[in-house]
């Protein structure tokens, strides 16, 4: 009994954090408002009534570190590790002063171990446009840090594995450990739990990352983990919106669609996602996935206003920030060209655009839409509001 009056206090936390980001989106475009981000001091770090149209671009940017190396270049995932990028150098340091970011996701090539990893991160907290620190930590095959031999840390087998026990407990308490180390090595987001519903079985994406084919089973199991991380202290993140776990194409490599209406999606793929919104969830990942019964036409999820605006955030209600998955997959790469996607996301109501290829070209891009009217200002100002609003409460 302690224990479940402990989680509804922790969901009653992270429903408080959330309205406090709903509470400065609804502030709409007035840009005379007071500082959104404050140390505990009270002293400003973060004010957008003083930010430049570049600096509020740059909050809704979360990149890789070699987005920031404009040496670096890569077409293929396999090609990144040879890169050795594991510390800040100095031409990230010069590209960052024309070009702040938001936040920054590193991946398992990015650490070796403790020690870099500690001065990795100390390095990019001094940033232009003050990062969050963001990694894939989901347990089992996605773990960046517990599958490097380097690091002491508990192992899992997999979600499916956990939601074997039946006991939504077990989600929590692996979220917690997970949570606790990810927040003792430096990061603020963590993009887990998967709340896909693995109902494919030809999904070579999800598969075991998910806790079952049963959207209630599913959904018992994403609160109990979104809990452990907030008692952890680390933001989740639902993943992969609007669920990916009836598709069977890989969105790494190229186009990939559902084909069921909303109303079947309603039955079963936001079941988890609406039990995760409810209980406070402050950021849900988009999926490349096009839902054409729903949509109408063929574009991901990531670039549809139908999907995030009319059901993620109207229907659903959802008030957090909307992240993109990684921008530089082959679902978008091979449809879209890269400063084309990160626009048309940003105006189809993303609020964090992750991953963009060429970033520095795209960054561009988008200030000049948003100078030449195509993005409102306003249309920023809402994202940005909403994550600096995060970057109080972490």
Not at 68 to 78: C, F, G, Q, R, V
Not at 127 to 135: E, H, K, M, R
Not at 141 to 162: D, G, L, Q, T, W
Not at 166 to 182: L, N, R
């Amino acid at each position: 009994m302690a224990n479940g009056l402990y989680r509804a206090l922790r969901v009653s936390k992270i429903t408080i954090a959330v309205a406090s980001i709903a509470l400065l989106a609804a502030c709409g475009d007035d840009s005379s408002s007071g500082p959104a981000h404050s140390t505990s001091s009270g002293t400003s770090t973060l004010d957008i009534s003083k930010m430049s149209i570049r600096e509020k671009v740059g909050q809704m940017f979360f990149v890789r570190p070699e987005a920031l190396d404009t040496s670096i270049h890569w077409n293929e995932y396999a090609e990144l590790p040879d890169y050795k990028l594991q510390h800040v150098n100095k031409t990230i340091l010069a590209v960052n002063k024309d070009y702040p970011v938001g936040g920054m996701i590193l991946y398992a090539h990015n650490i070796v171990d403790e020690a870099q990893l500690g001065e990795f991160i100390a390095e990019i907290r001094t940033l232009n446009g003050s990062p969050l620190l963001a990694i894939d930590e989901e347990g089992g095959r996605i773990a960046r840090i517990a599958n490097n031999e380097n690091f002491n840390v508990p192992k899992y087998e997999s979600m499916a594995a956990i939601a074997e026990s039946g006991d939504p407990s077990e989600a929590y308490k692996a979220a917690f450990t997970i949570g606790s180390y990810v927040k003792e090595y430096g990061f603020d987001i963590d993009y887990a739990p998967v709340a896909d519903v693995n109902t494919n079985p030809e999904n070579i994406v999800i598969g075991p990352r998910a806790f079952s084919d049963d959207p209630e089973t599913a959904a018992e199991f994403v609160v109990s983990y979104l809990n452990g991380l907030d008692s952890a202290g680390v933001i989740g993140t639902l993943k992969h919106f609007p669920g990916h776990g009836d598709v069977k194409t890989d969105t790494h490599s190229g186009y990939a669609e559902t084909n069921k209406t909303w109303e079947e999606m309603l039955e079963c793929e936001m079941i988890p996602f609406k039990a995760g919104i409810e209980a406070g969830a402050q950021m849900i990942m988009t999926a490349h996935i096009a839902a054409p019964k729903v949509t109408g036409d063929d574009l991901p999820a990531t670039l549809s206003s139908v999907i995030l605006q009319d059901k993620l955030r109207g229907e659903l209600g959802f008030k957090g920030i909307i992240v993109t998955d990684a921008m530089d997959m082959g679902a978008i790469t091979t449809q879209f060209g890269n400063a084309e996607a990160a626009i048309k996301s940003i105006q189809a109501g993303v609020d964090v655009v992750l991953c963009s290829k060429d970033f520095t070209q795209v960054f561009d891009a988008v200030v000049n839409a948003v100078e030449k009217g195509d993005i409102k200002e306003s249309r920023i100002d809402e994202s940005v509001k909403r994550i600096l609003a995060l970057k109080t409460t972490k």
